[in-house]
Nanobody, 115 residues
């Protein structure tokens, strides 16, 4: 079993910054991919950014240049540093871990950007 616990969400003004963290525990394999997804009200969940255990990253076009994903493999933790936040970034942000064909999700953390 794998557990994911997110933290760091909150309310911020447009142009501000936030840093999300996601700590994984349980049966974590050495090779895996972790990432952040988000879901705004009335919309489908969408990819924000992913990072492999080797450090390869992928970003949604809408966040490139503003968000940075990173991870600490020793702590099984992934981070999402968000700069230049916009009202359209408002959503529940979910952490995901994928390994050996299985996926695990966190409970989500709310990010609200006011204009």
């Amino acid at each position: 079993q794998v557990q994911l616990v997110e933290s760091g969400g909150g309310l911020v003004q447009a142009g501000g910054s936030l840093r999300l963290s996601c700590a994984a525990s349980g049966s974590i394999r050495r090779i895996n991919a972790m990432g952040w997804y988000r879901q705004a009200p009335g919309k489908q969940r969408e990819l924000v950014a992913t990072i492999t255990s080797g450090g390869s990253t992928n970003y949604a076009d809408s966040v490139k240049g503003r968000f940075t994903i990173s991870r600490d493999n020793a702590k099984n933790t992934v981070y999402l540093q968000m700069y230049g936040l916009k009202p359209e970034d408002t959503a529940v942000y979910y952490c995901r871990l994928g390994q050996f064909g299985l996926e695990y999700w966190g409970q989500g953390t709310q990010v609200t950007v006011s204009s």
